[in-house]
């Protein structure tokens, strides 16, 4: 019990009897009036249903005690009976006025309340529960110096019944505004308010009146707040549908305006567009814009310029795909099916894409790096992208680059412009109707820019997987998403992609096909050259047949190339030949086959010639190993030692890089010729002159550093240089041997030349695993690291004899079966 329950209770102790309600149930407050049928009554009617409070209510009236009603703290289950711990400590003492009786095992009876009263001690008698309480007397006396709290309280209580007048009768609000104690005051409008019951029970255990008058006018001006706040909503919501019927009224007399304007059409065909937006599945901003511009086309006359460029807007909005998709379809074992049935060789690069689809299944989204496929042209880079999207079930959209200068073709012209247009990837997605295709930016590396714009910034914004999925078109001037959309690049170099775009793409090298592999691309693949162009010309297998010397002949003497195009061109140009022999001979069962002796007789004569390998070991002659983006080949580096004055020559169309290449290898065997025997004054009294041959073809590259320290060795000490030697490799002034790269291509170009011992950087070891396995075993790998090894190794000592020597007769002849078989050559080892 509470110290100013202690102060305020009386003396004497009552022993009564207890009925019990629950949480929920109406609260009863002292000396308070009740609505009964719409009047003001001092009793208020109650029925007990519970067996306790019908026992209770009974020995009351037997003994003629008042009882006293406690409320539970918490709800109880079903057909439980409330114990002494389950109620509050604090209740109200009732009269029984009257009782009646209904047989049914409740009782009803009237009440009139009295006081409060506080729990001293509560036990169970025979079957209902008794409480030994203190009746808690009301201060008396203080409506003087609470008349402000009375008169706010009021005040409150009767804008609450303004608020609520089905809840507050008028004779309750005169009750209450006549009454002037602060406790009395509290507790009548806490008996006639909507609160909730736990407030009730709070009112209740407030024993201070001031106190408790204060409470209860909080809380009716909470309630008020809450009336005010739904009055605002409702009052928005009555104004937002008012102008809703508003506008659909004037939407309406438009119409029938228009109608009778003879323009009942285009009302109709703007109604369908409203409905095609909102079933669109646009983002929220642009389908609000759509439906403006579909308000402003009502309103402008059909004729005016406006209502073509607005139509046209909503007609590009309408037409990009804004939730059409193709489900993702990634099998491993079928895209790896798929890539080889449409591309032979390029293992690395199928691999590279089958881990990048890899991921893709794994993660479920295109989110990642963009693949760029960079290689020569003719490669299958193009035919590749379309293989990634037949592998993933894709659709396949394309993009050239090439020549693009003009940002406006990537993100689209602004709407002011006359004649505005989205830019191509919008266009390019319009045109798939889905918004994740695979999408193909070919010749990116072509990209150039003017006073229009840089076009790759553009496209920083559309490769950036953290940047793409708001992409703005400027024509559309709304977000659209293309972060499900699988970008591939392609490009024949990387020297010419920006960097901000190539770091935002993954590089998968395609470096070429080999002589073998270009073999097998014509003939044995499912989709070969030779199979496709018979179809496409109308011949049959029988009509002509290749001899693989033949096929080998158009590589090597018809074209110079990294792919195959020219292969295919100069294969079309035989079947069309023979084509117009069987049309004029009128012989469709004419068989022919090509051979190397017969090639001449449909192509012509050779176009191209490749360099031949030393026939003799000669003075000042060695044998280099080049790369170009063609292939490999080898070309032999002469020096020539002459009377002069220290000058070094060069020539042959040797670039920068080479040049300098040329000057380390001469400041090396002049910083060590004491070494190599050179007489002292050599370097001072002759002239060196270094060639290499074509000298209409642009040399460059650092590789040719071993090859020309060997030769101009040679030219002074006069030792001759091994034929069957092919070298490559980068020098120092310390004549160390740097690595290079494009081996496979060398030592293909090497072998094909009769070459069987190839000295390389001893870094170089790891490249030889893409050295096809048959080649690799037939060449002789000497591994360096330093010039002298070099030197050991390719020149010839003067005791040997020339007729003998170990080297000769060891390199394959010209009609070795492994160069004319392609079945003898596997394919690239990794």
């Known amino acids: 019990m509470n110290q100013e329950a202690e102060k305020r209770t009386s003396d004497s102790a009552l022993l009564l009897p207890v009925i019990a309600f629950p949480p929920d149930f109406e609260t009863f407050f002292p000396k308070t009036k009740a609505v009964v049928d719409q009047r003001l009554t001092d009793w208020t009617p109650l029925t007990i249903a519970r067996k ?53 095992g409740t009782l009803r009876i009237a009440i009139e309340t009295s006081d409060r009263a506080v729990v001293a001690h509560c036990t169970q008698v025979e079957g209902y529960l008794q409480a030994t309480v203190k009746i808690v007397s009301e201060l008396t006396g203080v409506a003087d110096a609470a008349t402000a709290f009375i008169k706010e309280a009021k005040s409150a209580f009767r804008r609450y019944a303004k608020e609520h007048p089905k809840l507050i009768l008028p004779d309750v609000e005169r009750y209450v505004r006549d009454l002037v104690e602060p406790g009395i005051l509290a507790d009548n409008i806490a008996r006639f308010a909507d609160f909730p019951s736990y407030r009730h029970q709070e009112i209740l255990e407030e024993l201070n009146p001031i106190k408790r008058l204060n409470f209860v006018t909080e809380l009716l001006d909470a309630d008020l707040d809450l009336v005010d706040l739904e009055e605002e909503i409702q009052n928005e919501v009555q104004e937002s549908v008012r102008k809703t019927h508003r506008e659909f009224y004037l939407q309406e007399r438009m119409k029938a305006i228009q109608r009778e304007l003879g323009r009942a059409d285009e009302i109709d065909e703007i109604d369908d567009l409203r409905e095609q937006v909102k079933n669109a599945g646009m983002t929220e901003e642009a389908e609000k814009k759509a439906l403006k511009e579909l308000d402003r086309l009502a309103q402008i006359p059909p004729m005016s310029a406006e209502s073509g460029v607005i139509r046209n807007y909503v007609d590009w909005l309408l ?30 690069p199928k691999q590279n894409v089958l881990e990048y689809l890899a991921v893709l299944k794994l993660v479920e989204q295109v989110k990642g790096p963009i693949l760029c496929l960079v290689g020569p042209p003719g490669v299958g880079k193009t035919s590749l992208g379309k293989s990634i999207a037949r592998a993933t079930g894709r659709k396949f959209v394309r993009m050239s680059l090439g020549g693009v200068r003009d940002e406006a073709e990537i993100r689209g012209h602004r709407r002011t412009y006359i004649g505005a247009i989205p830019g191509r990837i919008i266009q390019g997605l319009r045109d798939v109707k889905v918004k994740n295709p695979l999408f193909l930016l070919d010749e990116i590396d072509k990209l150039s820019s003017d006073w229009r714009g840089d076009p790759a910034s553009a496209l920083l914004e559309v490769l950036d997987p953290e940047q793409n999925e708001t992409f703005r078109d400027h024509y559309l001037d709304v977000e659209f998403d293309l972060s499900d959309v699988m970008f591939v690049t392609t490009a024949n170099t990387r020297i010419t992609i920006p960097p901000a775009l190539e770091d935002r793409m993954e ?16 003939t044995f693949h499912p989709n070969g050259l030779i199979p496709k162009q018979l179809k496409s010309h109308g011949l049959k297998e029988e009509n002509i047949t290749f001899a693989d010397s033949a096929i080998f002949d158009i590589v090597h003497k018809y074209t110079r190339e990294a792919g195959v195009r020219n292969l295919e061109r100069n294969v079309t140009g035989i079947c069309r030949k023979i084509a117009k022999q069987i049309v004029t001979d009128d012989t469709p069962d004419l068989k022919v086959k090509v051979t190397a002796l017969n090639l001449s007789d449909y192509l012509g004569p050779p176009k191209f010639t490749r360099t031949k390998a030393q026939e003799h070991d000669e003075v000042g002659v060695s044998t280099g190993m080049v790369w170009t983006q063609v292939g490999g080949d080898i070309v032999s580096v002469e020096a020539t030692l002459m009377p002069g004055e220290g000058k070094l020559d060069m020539t042959g169309q040797l670039q920068e890089v080479m040049r300098e290449s040329v000057q380390t290898a001469v400041a090396y065997l002049r910083s060590r010729a004491k070494h190599f025997d050179i007489p002292k004054d050599t370097f001072e009294k002759h002239d060196i002159h ?14 040719a550093g071993i090859t020309v320290a060997t030769a101009i060795l040679s030219a002074i000490t006069e030792q001759k240089v091994r034929k069957d030697v092919a070298m490559t490799g980068e020098i120092t002034l310390r004549g160390h041997v740097l690595p290079i790269g494009g081996l496979k291509e060398k030592s293909l170009a090497a072998y094909r030349n009769g070459i069987v011992d190839i000295i390389m950087p001893e870094e170089n070891e790891k490249d030889l695993a893409d050295v096809p396995n048959e080649i690799r075993e037939k060449i002789r790998w000497h591994q360096v690291n330093d010039i002298t090894q070099v030197l050991e190794l390719a020149l010839k000592k003067e005791v040997e004899d020339d007729s003998e020597s170990e080297h000769d007769g060891i390199a394959p002849a010209a009609d070795d079966p492994t160069l004319q078989n392609p079945d003898a050559i596997g394919q690239t080892g990794n």
Do not use: C
């Open 319 to 348: 037409a990009v795909p804004w939730k059409e998709r193709t489900e993702n379809n990634i099998e491993l074992d079928q895209a790896e099916n798929i890539l080889n049935e449409d591309h032979y060789g390029l293992d690395k």
């Open 52 to 104: 306790m409070g019908v026992l209770a209510a009974r020995a009351a009236l037997n003994t003629n005690l008042k009882v006293l009603l406690l409320h539970q703290k918490n709800e109880l289950e079903e057909d439980t009976e409330p114990q002494p711990n389950d109620l509050h400590t604090i209740g109200i003492v009732a009269n029984i006025v009257q009782d009646y009786d209904p047989k049914d």
């Open 507 to 522: 590089v998968i090298e395609l470096p070429g096909y080999t002589d073998f592999e270009k073999h097998k691309i014509a």
């Open 690 to 703: 270094i060639h290499i041959p074509e000298g209409a073809v642009p040399k460059d590259g650092p590789s």
